[in-house]
Each structure stands twice: as structure tokens, then as C-alpha cells.
């Protein structure tokens, strides 16, 4: 079964050919911007690599958007602005959604080049506002509509702050703080997948979407199949999985604790060794590490005695993302060392400040057990793919909603915009998403991800479904919040939990300064660009 193509007007299809352009590239920078909210602390923790991380956003995502999308769509195209001053005048609005995309696609990329994580929510709103001010002045908007998005977006960092602090105070009193966690995290374990589970799936089926059917389903039909597949879930997971994950976890703590007496260091891109990947043992300043990965000897350089071990002795691994952030975190930048030719003391390097100092402190004092990171580092990738869900279903609306308006208006000529969201638009958004989270999406993954608090698989799995459950909330009942700050209020609220010294303020600071220009600066861009196009549309 083909799309059918409606007849547009000929005047109109250098918008439409122009708005899908647009709105691609504002699907893109999406993707590249918020990558950090869905996957960034699964990255972080060191769960996840990047690879893997991609391949599950790509697909969930475009899943998220399809099966969620078209609710917020909705709010996006019509909750913003009155449409019925344009009736007489539908150009008027489709140079208007070209104005709005374009003014948040020009913030959005500019941020994500200055590894900036904004909120596409706000840029999109923002830019609709600015073309409606230019236009019709302060009524042609919903101001109230407005003011409750507005609000959303101080209420919910501090709501799934709150939802991910609780999360993790249950998670340590039964699970963190016993001498053994293992044994108390697999009897969790059943419970902690059957609520994403129920959760996840009653999000699609309550009021899904009219394009599959899910709107008809009534609501005891919603529970049965939401806490039927939680129950199944939670059986099949006592059954199989539990086995196998503590047979799995002990062996994996018996090798890991078997190495323990090796000097660990982490292996470079290059092959060169870079810093000790013990956080509790940084080397001094005077260890020069000579030998890339895979000689038969390594010399060791410290304190003026030379000694030479076999490569067996050292467990030389490639880094991850969360690897290299946890022994960064507690090396210096005077311990940082190389190998070959550059094997040489880095004197020049800045000397921390007692903030810094304090900071790293502070963070090497968060860790996991190994029984604790393996548990929870199996649960982290669901939630991983339950906030990836989550943000394809919310975020894809913000650069496709404009867009979806810009469609219905020149197949119809109506702006009353009754039509349902097409399937093809919102696979069409989540494709521009996917792209740009595997082509940019590192730039701003190690902010939220490494650099603002350290993150473990315990704490990173707590975050990451408290704000998912906060945004899938949101999404169903049709209020566009902020990913971007759902994330970073769970990831500052559970790591200032952890350790007084663990979150970076300033970078907190400068995150929230973000915030706060983002919705003037889209909404000028987009003011600017429709006050030009007024002069291309007959008024």
C-alpha cells in the first residue's frame, strides 16, 4: 500500500520542498543534541559504548516516535498559537512553520556545535511564539497553553529529580548497603523489569495512536495488556534470568577479583597506555609506562627503579567513554602518560585547584561493587532503550509538528488540521533523529553522560528510568516537557545524593544559562525570518 499524494497548489510547493528540508536538518540536531538523554549516562557508566548505544537508539527512537509521537505533535501544531486568524490567509501559516523550524533549527545546531545541551522543546516553541508575535501580535497566541509548557520546564527536572533520588534511596537501603548485593538485587530484579515493562507498554496503548488502532482499545483492555506482560515479564525473568545472571555475575567477579594484584592501565587509541584504570591507586608523577598493548615486556618507570614485567601482568584494555571518565576523574592531569616517543613528563600541565581537587575527591569515593555494577548494568540497558522509547516519542514532535502543519495545510487548504499525524512523517522524523545522533551525537554526550557528576550503572540505571517515566507521563498527557532537563535534574539531584563533592556546578551553571536564552534566541530567529518572508506571501 503506496502514499497517496494529494494535490498541492503550485505557489505552495516551494514551502513544502523547503519545510521538509528544515525540518530534516532540525531532526538532525535533535539527534545530535539529545543523544545524552537517552543513552549518555548508559555511556557514562560504561554499559554501554558508543557503537552499541547508536544501533539501540536508532531503532527505538524512530519506535518512540511513530508510537508516541503523533500525541505531542498535536499540542506542538495547535496548542501554541490560535490558527483560526489564518484561515483566510493559509500561506500566512505555512511561512510561519517554515519560520518556526527554521529559527529552532539554526539555535539547535549552533548549540550542539558549542556542545551545548539545550532543549529542543524550547527552541521549537520558542520559534513558534516568535512568527506568531510577528503576525498577529500577542493574540495570536495561547497563553495559557504557554504558561503550563513554561512551567513544565522548572517542574519537571525538580519532579524527576525527586522520582530518581527515591529510586536510588530503595535501591541502596535493600540492595547497595548489604555485604552482599548480589542476592538481594536478583530477588529486585523480577520487580525493577516488570515496572518498566508495564509502564513502557501502557504509555503506547492508553489513547495510542488513531494511525494503529491503539485509540480504540478501552482502559481495563490498557491495564490487562500493560500488567499482564509486567507479570509475564517478571516470571519468565525469575525463571531464566535470575539463574543465569548470578551464575554469569559470580563468574565475572571471581575474574575481576583474580586480577585484582595486576597494575590495570588503560590502553589508548593509538596503543599508547594513557592513566591507571584503578581509581584507588593513581600513579605518582615520576611512573613513565613504556611499551604499547600487545609487547612481550613492560618497563615501568617510578620513583628512580626500573622494573620490567611480562604483558600478562597488566590488563590492557581498549577505554570506554566511562572508563576513561572514572580514571580521569581520579588522575591528575600530571599522571596522565603515554608511551613511544612521548614518554616524557608533562610538567607543564595545570595544577588542579582546590575545587578540582575537591571534585575529584569527591568522585572517586562513588563506586560500585562488582556485583552491584553487573547486576545493575544488565537493568541500565533496559532503561537505556525505555528513555530512548521515551525521547523519540516526545522530541520527535518538535521537529516534525511544524512540519505536519506545513503538510496538512497544503493537501487540504484547511488550518483547521483535524487530519491525523502521517506515519510517514513521524519515521521521516525519527530517521533525521537517528542520523544525527550517530553522526554528532558525541559532542554533547560526554556533558550530561561524564562531566557534570559520575555516574555507575546503580545510579545510572535510577536516573535513567525516573526521567523517562517523568517524560512518558508528560507525553500521554500531552504536556511537551524537556528531556534535556528531566535528564540533567535526575543525573544533578541523584548525584549530589551520592556525594557532596560529585556534581560540577558550573557546568550545572552553565546548562541552565542554555536553558534560559534558548526560547528568546530561537523565538528572535524565527521572528526575523518571518518578518522576511511576509514579503514573499500576498498578504
Known sequence: MGITWPEIPPEQIWMVVVGFLIA???????????????????????????????????????????????????????????????ANNTQLLM????????????????????????????????????????????????WSKLGMIIGSWFISPVLAGVVSVLLFFVC????????????????????????????NMFSVFYQGPEMLGFDRIPLWGTFIISFGSGIIAAILIRLFIVPWQR???KTDVMRIRSTDDRPIFLVGDEGDVQVPADPEAPLPLETVVEGPNGVKDVVVHQNGNQSTYPSSAFLLTPPSA???????????????????????????????????KALQSGRNAIKDVPESARLFSFLQILTAVFGSFAHGGNDVSNAIGPLVSLWLIASTGMVSQKAATPIWILLYGGFGISLGLVILGRKVIKTIGEDLARITPSSGFCIEIGSAL????????????????????????????????????SIFRNIVLAWLVTLPISGGISAAIMAGLRLAVPQ
Open 172 to 199: 541502596k537501603y535493600f540492595i547497595l548497603s548489604k555485604a552482599d548485593p548480589l542476592e538481594p538485587g536478583l530477588r529486585f530484579l523480577p520487580v525493577f523489569y516488570a515496572v518498566t515493562i508495564v509502564v
Open 322 to 356: 566511562s572508563q576513561t571518565s572514572s580514571s580521569l576523574s581520579s588522575a591528575t592531569p600530571n599522571s596522565c602518560l603515554s608511551s613511544g616517543n612521548d614518554s616524557k613528563h608533562n610538567l607543564n600541565a595545570k595544577t588542579p585547584s582546590a575545587k578540582e
Open 24 to 86: 530534516f536538518v532540525l531532526a538532525f540536531g535533535i539527534g545530535a543534541n539529545d543523544v545524552a538523554n537517552s543513552f549518555g549516562t548508559s555511556v557514562g557508566s560504561g554499559v554501554l559504548s558508543l557503537k552499541q548505544a547508536f544501533i539501540l537508539a536508532c531503532i527505538f527512537e524512530t519506535l518512540g516516535a511513530v508510537l508516541l509521537g503523533s500525541k505531542v505533535s498535536d499540542t506542538i501544531r495547535k496548542g501554541i498559537i490560535d490558527v483560526e486568524p489564518y
Open 95 to 142: 511561512a510561519g512553520n517554515i519560520a518556526a523550524l527554521a529559527g529552532s533549527c539554526v539555535w539547535l545546531i549552533a548549540a550542539t556545535l558549542l556542545r551545548l545541551p539545550v532543549s529542543a522543546t524550547h527552541s521549537i516553541v520558542g520559534s513558534t511564539v516568535g512568527f506568531a508575535l510577528v503576525v498577529h501580535g500577542a493574540r495570536g497566541i495561547h
Open 470 to 505: 517523568t517524560v512518558l507521563v508528560a507525553s500521554n498527557i500531552g504536556i511537551p516537557i524537556s528531556t534535556t532537563h528531566c535528564k540533567v535534574g535526575s543525573v544533578v539531584f541523584v548525584g549530589r545524593f551520592r556525594s557532596r563533592e560529585n556534581v560540577d556546578w
Open 247 to 249: 551464575k554469569r555475575i
